[in-house]
Every structure is written in C-alpha cells, then in structure tokens.
C-alpha cells in the first residue's frame, strides 16, 4: 500500500483559496487514481474528483464545478487539490486517496480546512 | 444530482448479523456501478472495507462481504462487535470519472 502525507491544516478567509497537498511513497506513483474526498462537521463524506496522473485524465463533482482544481507532480511524488472562492461551508477535513479507477485502496490522514472570517 | 440512499441508521445485537443496503433513486444498482464500502470512525480516516461489489480489502475480516441484493448493493457483518460500531459509506462509480457517496449509516451495536 502506497504510505501517504498530506499537508498540515490551515485556516482560510471566505472567498480564499487553499491548496491541499498529498505526497505519496510507496509505490507507482503514476499509475494510482487520486480521489479527493472530504467530510463536512456533521455531514458524510464526498467525493470531490480525481486525477489519474499517467494519462492526465481529471474529473471532478459538479457541485465543485468550476472551484476545485486537481493535479499531480509525476516528478516528486504529489497530487494537489485546489479549491476556490471558500465558503464556510468548505470547512471540512479533505482526504486524499490512492487506488485504481474503480476502487480506494489506502487514505491519507485528512487535513483539516477551516473557513472562518 | 445523482442521489446514493443508505438506511440512516441500524443496529444490531453482539454477535449478531446485520446488512447495509446501497442503492439508486431511478436505476438499479449494478456491479458496472462498482459498489464500495468503507468504515470510518470518528476522528480517524476512513478504511476501504470492499470494492468491487464483494471483493474484500487487504486486511479485511471475513465478517465482512459485499454483495448485490435485488436493485441494490449490500454489505453484511456478520458476529458482530462493539468496535464494529461506527459509520459506514457506500460510493458508486457513476461512469466518466464520477463517484457519488451515499449518506452514510450510523451502525449501533448494542
């Protein structure tokens, strides 16, 4: 299983911008599916996109459409997750995950984000 | 939206066997949906139990199993446990990247 460290928490103003990072080791790097989820206080987890990095081929939820931003660096190991225009309603811990694209293999530790003005 | 039903709530007895269910307003769930499960305990990340519709993660007790039930995706534990009692999430592949999670069930063992 690929062993994953994710960014430490951050607290952002409404309207900001965060970028989560998520480095892996362990394994082909290239060849996992990245999947971002994320779970509100109180609410279940979502899903919110994915990047395969050896095609480049993203995708992402449509309720983020338009603010989230996935991408991967072959070269050192990390995928990103970038959300804009935070609301507090972004105030969530954000997991990064490695897998196939049909399943989640392993989970990063999560990283808190916090929208508060 | 896709919308991706779980029961909000179950429980089940020590020792005892209970099952999750997973499904789809409008279509019946299939294995081209790739059903998964996961645990997830508050405070830790949480823990890819099945994918696949039944195949189980690595690690994973053989009190869990996967399956699909009539129009639906299911998940049985079986002798049940008190650290069994934590949440539980389905996710279905919805085609073109897209991955929906359901609502999530709160599973009491009691």
């Known amino acids: 299983q690929v062993q994953t460290v994710q960014s430490g928490a951050e607290v952002k103003k409404p309207g900001s911008s965060v970028k989560v990072s998520c480095e892996a080791s362990g394994g082909s790097f290239a060849s996992y599916t990245i999947n971002w989820v994320r779970q509100a206080p109180g609410h279940g987890l979502e899903w919110m996109g994915r990047i395969i990095p050896i095609i480049g081929e993203t995708s992402h939820a449509q309720t983020l459409q338009g603010r989230v931003t996935i991408t991967a660096d072959k070269s050192t190991g990390t995928a990103y997750m970038e959300l804009t225009a935070l609301r507090s309603e972004d105030t969530a811990v954000y997991y990064c995950t490695f897998g196939s694209p049909y399943y989640i293999d392993s989970w990063g530790q999560g990283m808190l984000v916090t929208v508060s003005s | ?110």
């Open chain 2, 1 to 110: 939206q896709t919308v991706v039903t779980q029961e909000p709530s179950l429980s089940v007895s020590p020792g005892g066997t209970v099952t999750l269910t997973c499904g789809l307003r409008s279509v019946s769930v299939s294995t081209s949906h790739y059903p998964s499960w996961y645990q997830h305990s508050p405070g830790q990340a949480p823990r890819t139990l099945i994918y696949g519709s039944q195949s189980p993660a690595s690690g994973v007790p053989d009190r869990f199993s996967g399956s699909i039930v009539g129009n639906r995706a299911a998940l049985t534990i079986t002798r049940a446990q008190a650290d069994d009692e934590c949440d539980y999430y389905c996710a279905l592949y919805m085609g073109r990247g897209i991955w929906v999670f359901g609502g999530g069930t709160k599973l009491t063992v009691l």
